[in-house]
């Protein structure tokens, strides 16, 4: 159980395009996701955490009008990368917490995008 | 400030036992966890501690002390595929993940 599954893998575009990336949950509802990116050989860093039918929380020096977060299902989480840039191309991975009796907390994650602008 | 610390790398050999400290300052405490990162991959979950003790499940095992501040995964029976980044988190009072850098692994033949 607690699978979590994101869409795609790996995506490569040019400059000033937009980036859609999915996250589901597969087995299980997830009233909370969240989003991370990480550069080569650093560690994971928070962009947003998405709660559904409400507007993401985003961290600190993370533009929202730049990575768009939408959570429309318990099931559901998209990040769009709009007009992206050479600068924003990172591994983003995401994560969904569970929420049932005995695991209060655990994030399961995601198997991540890896994603290259030109 | 809430801080979470580990040792940046560490070297061990394969058969052997390792063990990889936390120590952690953050506002509040709902558990503390552990994951195991491989190269280019994802995170995925280790262990879990909410109550101070050991928790062991198979060659991995967790221990917290919340008076202390402290955790560490114990690594049994050393085996290549254990070579990965380890990456502890405590959970703060408003239910987010704080992260540690992560440690990563050598394991050597």
């Known amino acids: 159980g607690a699978v979590v599954s994101q869409h795609p893998s790996r995506v490569i575009c040019k400059s000033g395009t937009s980036v859609k990336i999915e996250c589901r949950s597969l087995?299980?509802?997830?009233?909370?996701m969240f989003w991370y990116r990480q550069f080569p050989k650093q560690s994971l860093m928070l962009m947003a955490t998405?709660?559904?039918?409400?507007?993401?929380?985003?961290e600190q020096g993370v533009e929202k009008d730049k990575f768009l977060i939408n959570h429309a299902s318990l099931t559901l989480s998209t990040l769009t990368v709009t007009s992206a840039h050479p600068e924003d191309s990172s591994f983003y991975i995401c994560?969904?917490?569970?929420?049932?009796?005995?695991?209060?907390?655990?994030?399961?994650f995601g198997p991540g995008t890896r994603l290259l602008v030109l | 400030g809430q801080n979470i610390d580990q040792p940046t790398e560490m070297t061990a050999t394969e058969g052997a036992i390792v063990q990889i400290n936390c120590t952690y300052q953050?506002?509040?405490?709902?558990?503390l966890f552990w994951y195991q990162q491989h190269a280019g991959e994802a995170p995925t979950f280790l262990s879990y501690?909410?109550l101070d003790g050991l928790e062991e499940k198979g060659r991995f095992s967790s221990f917290l002390s919340r008076s202390k501040g402290y955790s560490y995964l114990l690594l049994k029976e050393l085996q290549m595929k254990d070579s990965a980044s380890y990456l502890c988190?405590?959970?703060?009072?408003?239910?987010?993940?704080?992260w540690g850098a992560g440690t990563k692994l050598i394991i050597k033949p």
């Open positions: 998405s709660n559904e039918g409400s507007k993401a929380t985003y």
């Open positions: 087995d299980f509802q997830a009233t909370t």
């Open positions: 501690n909410v």
């Open positions: 994560s969904a917490r569970v929420v049932a009796s005995g695991d209060f907390g655990t994030q399961y």
């Open positions: 953050t506002s509040g405490f709902n558990g």
């Open positions: 988190a405590v959970m703060d009072s408003n239910y987010q993940l704080i």
